[in-house]
Each structure stands twice: as C-alpha cells, then as structure tokens.
C-alpha cells in the first residue's frame, strides 16, 4: 500500500514530457507553439536502434511527445517556401542527419502517433546544424529577426534545426 501511494504521488511532481510553449508576435500577430517536452535522460535519441530514426521510410516524428505539436498563427506565413495561410496546424518532422524536414499538418488536435501524409499542407527543409553540447531537453522556439521576419528552431539531443519565416 505505501509503495502504491509513493508510485502514485510522485506522477503528482512532474512529468516525463512536461508541456511547454512558445509565442512571437510579428508586427502585430501572434504564432505560438505548444508540445511536450522530452528529455534524452540517457537514451539513444536519433538514428539506428534510437527512438527516432533517420531511415527516410520511418514515421514523421511528431516534434514532441505526448499529443501532436500543435502551431497557431493569426497571419499567413511565408515558412521557407511554402505559402501558410492563417490558422491552426500540427508540426512534424522527418529527421535526417543532414537536414530535417518541417511538415505542416491540417489534421490538429490527435494524438502524436497519428498522423496522415494526405492532410499534410507541405514541407519545407530546416537548416540543420550540431549544436555545441548535446541538448537534454528539446527545445522548439519561435523568435522575431527584425521586420516582419522571424525563425522556427527545434533543437534537441545533437542537432539543431531552423527555418526562416515572414509573416504577410
């Protein structure tokens, strides 16, 4: 019985993959960001035999944990290349170790394992860059570049992946 009760209060403390968020407003419209953050805590994160895989055929990873990674925005976007009209999105990404792909999802409110390629909105390729010590936790920040441009980053385990944004 005390065992049950320790097991019990300590998912009262805090979660594996707690939920954070991130928020930019550009010229006067918000984007934000909201996902669960994973910790490595001493797993294989990437590639071969790791939690996400960098084999082309695996399932998009959903920039996370927990529930899908849900993106909103009050204005369109220029995100890289494609064109995003206002609203609301799931991000995901196809992990590669030479460059990611950020794909924006019409599907929103699932679960992070179900994803449909048919609802995809498009991808566009990240800048991916190793960071100079590996990131424990995953990071996703929304940040303003001056005018009406700002950035997309995801940084976790050893990698660091960015796309520029411009927000019409």
């Given amino acids: ?10 998912a009262a403390f805090g979660q594996a993959s707690p939920p954070e968020q991130t928020t930019v407003t550009i010229n006067g419209k918000k984007i934000s ?6 910790s490595v805590r001493g797993r294989k994160i990437f590639g071969p035999g790791g939690l996400i895989s960098h084999d082309p055929t695996y399932p998009v990873w959903r920039a996370g944990a927990n529930d899908a990674t849900a993106f909103h925005t009050d204005a369109d976007l220029t995100i890289g290349s494609l064109h995003v009209p206002k609203g ?7 992990p590669d ?11 929103t409110g699932q679960w992070g394992l179900e994803y449909h390629k048919d609802r995809d909105l498009g991808r566009v390729p990240m800048q991916t860059t190793k960071p100079p010590k ?3 936790t995953l990071k996703i920040a929304l940040s303003a570049s001056g005018g009406n441009q700002g950035k997309l980053e ?4 050893n990698y660091d992946a960015s796309v520029p ?4």
């Fill in 1 to 10: 019985m005390v065992v049950a009760l320790l097991a019990g209060a300590g």
């Fill in 134 to 136: 590996p990131i424990e």
């Fill in 33 to 38: 960001i909201r996902y669960s953050a994973p």
């Fill in 154 to 157: 995801i940084a976790w385990d």
């Fill in 165 to 168: 944004f411009t927000v019409q």
């Fill in 97 to 107: 170790p030479n460059q990611w792909i950020l794909i924006l999802n019409q599907q």
């Fill in 88 to 94: 609301d999105y799931t991000l995901w990404v196809q």
